[in-house]
């Protein structure tokens, strides 16, 4: 029995359905940090009520995301943390931007 659990692990793993696939998006998206919800942010592993309302108040007060790394300079995201988030989050426009793009599309 044990090895058959093993065995279904290992081929979860293997297959990319590890933790990394179970927070992005349907479709395999990576979480835009620049246009994500309090929620959104919740879905990332390790990111809680608090540090999400930081990553949003954080947007809020400094503007966009410029590169992932920023997210170091959010209280309860050091290194570590980074390094399990960064596969499964990009820079990309904010939500106003996207709003405009769509605007100005026929």
């Known amino acids: ?6 065995a279904l692990l290992c081929l979860l793993l293997w297959s990319g359905g590890g933790p990394a696939a ?17 929620a959104d942010l919740e879905k990332l592993p ?6 999400a309302q930081r990553i949003v108040e954080y947007r809020e ?3 966009p995301f410029k590169k992932v790394e920023d997210l170091m300079n ?15 989050v990009v820079v990309g426009p904010a939500r106003a931007d996207k709003a405009a793009e769509k605007a100005a599309t026929p």
Not at 1 to 6: D, L, P, V
């Open 1 to 6: 029995m044990r090895f058959i659990c093993t």
């Open 22 to 38: 179970w927070a992005q998006e349907p479709g395999g998206k990576a979480v835009n940090i620049n246009a994500a919800t309090v």
């Open 46 to 51: 390790g990111i809680g009520p608090s540090t």
């Open 61 to 63: 007060k400094n503007g």
């Open 74 to 88: 959010i209280r309860g995201i050091g290194e570590k943390s980074f390094l399990k988030l960064k596969p499964l």
